[in-house]
């Protein structure tokens, strides 16, 4: 009985910490805007998230997997492929 309560506990905690340091939702207007200007620069746009106050951006090109990091002014700051 013990162990099933600690369990509980355990996954109820868990649960309510993904949600306290979920990213913050980038608005459907900027995720637009990244879509338009690295489409307008070769990249497919396959996912858009927010990590660590910068805008994190999942795309293809060239048939690589690329994962880019913009600021604010949404100029990419990093990159990285697979």
Known sequence: M???LLTSGL??????????????EIPEQTQAQVREKLTAEGY???RIDSEDGMIEV???KDGQKVELY????????RSKTD
Do not use: K
């Not at 996954?11 to 913050?24: E, R, Y």
């Open 2 to 4: 013990t162990y099933r």
């Open 11 to 24: 996954v109820a905690a868990l649960l309510t910490a993904g949600t306290a340091f979920a990213s913050p």
């Open 44 to 46: 497919e746009v396959r």
């Open 58 to 60: 999942y795309a293809m």
């Open 70 to 77: 913009l600021d604010q002014t949404l100029q990419i700051v």
